[in-house]
């Protein structure tokens, strides 16, 4: 997967434009969990071919794509599987663009739909306001092809803002920069050498994204500006209309403000990782998404078994916390407005877990490693009596992330082997091993606690060292 703060372009010399500083604020590192909403037109069909990366040849992957949100570039590629259901569904001449009236989002309730995201932990909602179908779902003047005039209606994207400032969360926006396939006529994408050849780099467009970008910043002030797959060349230069322009405006009227890396230019804020397994901590402030399945925008072909378990899940999250990221988990809803059963499974879950653990994720740091896997001492194996751990750090504070409490025991790292203020944040005492409250344990009792018989089923358990 691409690493999109590794790429910028075109090289303008000495006629690059000055970016300003880039600066990641404590709230958003503080955060910790965020909901994308991938919601529009392909809400409508609501497919995708389900497959795990690498399943599909790569010459077919875009022809099977798994991304319902791409079905409007899916759906033009000869032979897809998107092509053929589509006739099917909807007969031979019908556009995707004429699917846009047929969404119908009559019960919508944003409040309802927010109030599901905070209520799982989230602390900022990032909705998508336009997405490369090039759909706006915001009361735009810059094109006719939006939400307002056409099928649901409504200024969605004001909807969704309003509900999440009420709620207590910050509002973030995403926002397709460089792909834009109603304003374009280039034939489908098929590769990824396509991704970034077939978009619009001239002049006219880039002045169309500069001022639905500055539209979105003067109605909302959006916490977050998350931006895709680049931004035409032709707006990366000095002129008013130019991307440092619009940043630097757009940093000046909400302060406090932050970027993603994916404008094609170097100016990054966070870093983002989609769907990708980062190994070890990263020294910038990162974020990871991915949807619940494998898709964002939802897609009926899916199903449990491609849809991620509670425990993997909770898992996610306590990785990339421990390696310095924030996770971007997004949910796809149906094409009105309400969250499929599926999805709200996994969201209660993930909120019932930061409702006992939460204390160990927001507002964390990471400590001086992610974590550990103990070994036997004699073979150099994996150690099946000790619980593999996390870690992330607040102060004097170190929480250990046990994440097989089933094992039974779980060794203290030798940097707080010695602290004597050693608790579950569940309130059970943390006994050691060998200890009278631990009869019949079986480690070392100057670095093994016993986990409690209550926490053996937990998905994740947690033990507060203060040093």
């Known amino acids: 997967m691409l690493n999109f703060e590794e790429r910028t372009g075109p090289d303008l010399g000495a006629d690059a434009p000055t970016y300003p500083d880039a600066v990641v604020p404590a709230w958003y590192r503080d955060a910790k969990l965020g909901f994308f909403v991938h919601w529009g037109v392909y809400s409508v069909p609501a497919w995708g071919t389900p497959h795990a990366e690498g399943s599909v040849p790569d010459e077919d992957a875009y ?91 409504r200024d969605l994207v004001a909807e969704i803002a309003r509900a999440t400032r009420e709620a207590g969360a910050r509002l973030g926006l995403y926002y397709s920069g460089a792909l834009d396939w109603h304003t374009s006529e280039y034939p489908p994408i098929e590769s990824s050498t396509d991704l970034f050849r077939l978009r619009r780099n001239d002049d006219v467009f880039a002045r169309y994204a500069a001022a639905q970008l500055r539209e979105l910043v003067d109605r909302f002030s959006p916490d977050v500006l998350w931006n895709d797959i680049d931004w035409p060349d032709a707006g990366k230069t000095t002129a008013p209309h130019g991307l440092a322009a619009v940043l630097r405006e757009y940093l000046e009227a909400v302060p406090g403000g932050v970027v993603n890396d994916r404008w094609g230019v170097p100016f990054h804020g966070f870093w983002t990782r989609e769907y990708s397994h980062v190994p070890e901590t990263l020294p910038h402030p990162w974020e990871a998404t991915r949807g619940l399945g494998w898709s964002f925008g939802y897609n009926e072909a899916e199903g449990p078994e491609h849809t991620i378990g509670e425990r993997e899940l909770i898992h996610l999250l ?24 599926l999805q709200r499974d996994r969201l209660a879950a993930l909120g019932r877990w930061l409702g006992a653990y939460g204390d160990a994720i927001y507002g964390t740091r990471p400590w ?85 018989d209550g926490l053996r089923d937990a998905h994740v358990a947690v033990l507060r060292v203060r040093r």
């Open 368 to 452: 001086v490693r992610s974590g550990d896997v103990p070994s036997d001492p004699v073979t150099g194996r994996p150690d099946p009596r000790r619980s593999p751990v996390a870690y992330t750090s607040r102060g004097d504070e170190v929480f250990v992330h046990v994440l097989e409490p089933g094992r039974g025991l779980v060794a203290l790292a030798p940097e707080l082997a010695g602290a004597a203020d050693v608790a579950w944040l569940s309130g059970a005492p943390a006994d050691r091993a060998g200890t009278a409250g631990a009869a019949g344990a079986e480690g070392d009792p100057t670095r093994d606690v016993v986990v409690p």
């Open 63 to 153: 022809a099977h794509h798994q991304y319902a949100e791409w079905y409007a570039n899916t759906v033009r590629i000869d032979g897809s599987p998107t092509r053929r259901r589509h006739e099917e569904r909807y007969g031979a001449g019908t556009s995707y663009e004429d699917l846009a009236d047929l969404w119908d989002v009559t019960g919508f309730d944003a409040d309802a739909l927010v109030g599901d995201l905070v209520a799982a932990g989230g602390r900022y909602v990032v909705p998508t306001t336009k997405h490369h179908d090039g759909f706006c779902l915001w009361d735009t003047g810059t094109t006719p092809f939006n939400a307002v005039r056409r099928g649901p209606g």
């Open 318 to 341: 306590v990785d990339v916390v421990s390696k310095n990221g924030n996770l971007l988990l997004n949910v796809g809803p149906r094409a009105d407005g309400s969250i499929p059963d």
